[in-house]
């Protein structure tokens, strides 16, 4: 157990020192979740998360999948071709704007850069959305405690001192 305690402890205190140093630039045109977390405001106040808060939010995220992380990514893939398996006109739809969209890997070339892929890839990544929210495989939620008085969500009054969340697939696709 300790040494489990020890390792928490040097993911927490690496966590800490990129998050303090990315706070120190936040404008880095980035588009990823520790972004999303920081850019995040009070609703009331429109303050933005405190260190503390950010860090809490980045380590859950960074904790919560290290254990399963290929698990997710292996059923979540399962998932989508199940679905486009099932619907052939979408299978042949999926593959064809990949064939069409990217050219063909290099002998040298692992695999395709991140950038830019949604944008060329419509459909797949419209595939992909309705994966996660049909199927989501990563069901960890992120708590929030509602303050006091409560708080106003999209709308919906919820009663003060009750906790609220929601996925961290719901929270990525709100970016």
Same mark, same amino acid.
Do not use: W
């Given at each position: 157990?300790?040494?489990?305690?020890?390792? &928490?402890?040097?993911?927490m205190q690496l966590a800490l020192k990129n998050?303090?140093?990315r706070v120190m630039r936040p404008k880095t045109g980035r588009k990823d979740m520790l972004g999303c977390i920081m850019s995040a405001?009070?609703?009331?106040?429109?303050?933005?998360?405190?260190?503390p808060q950010t860090l809490v939010d980045a380590f859950t995220l960074l904790v919560g999948g290290t254990h399963t992380v290929s698990k997710v990514t292996g059923n979540t893939l399962h998932c989508l071709f199940a679905n486009?398996? &099932?619907?052939?006109?979408?299978?042949? &739809?999926? /593959?064809?704007? /990949?064939d069409e969209r990217l050219p063909p890997l290099k002998p040298d070339q692992g695999a395709y850069g991140i950038?830019?892929?949604e944008e060329k890839l419509d459909f797949v990544n419209a595939c992909i959305k309705e994966n996660? &929210?049909?199927d989501a495989v990563a069901t960890f939620n992120m708590p929030r405690s509602v303050p006091p008085e409560g708080a106003m969500i999209d709308g919906h009054f919820v009663p003060g001192d009750v906790c609220s969340s929601a996925r961290p697939s719901c929270l990525m696709s709100a970016c």
């Amino acid at each position: 157990m300790k040494i489990f305690l020890k390792g &928490r402890d040097q993911l927490m205190q690496l966590a800490l020192k990129n998050i303090k140093a990315r706070v120190m630039r936040p404008k880095t045109g980035r588009k990823d979740m520790l972004g999303c977390i920081m850019s995040a405001t009070e609703e009331k106040t429109g303050e933005p998360p405190t260190v503390p808060q950010t860090l809490v939010d980045a380590f859950t995220l960074l904790v919560g999948g290290t254990h399963t992380v290929s698990k997710v990514t292996g059923n979540t893939l399962h998932c989508l071709f199940a679905n486009l398996a &099932r619907s052939p006109g979408s299978l042949e &739809r999926f /593959v064809a704007e /990949v064939d069409e969209r990217l050219p063909p890997l290099k002998p040298d070339q692992g695999a395709y850069g991140i950038t830019g892929l949604e944008e060329k890839l419509d459909f797949v990544n419209a595939c992909i959305k309705e994966n996660f &929210r049909k199927d989501a495989v990563a069901t960890f939620n992120m708590p929030r405690s509602v303050p006091p008085e409560g708080a106003m969500i999209d709308g919906h009054f919820v009663p003060g001192d009750v906790c609220s969340s929601a996925r961290p697939s719901c929270l990525m696709s709100a970016c």
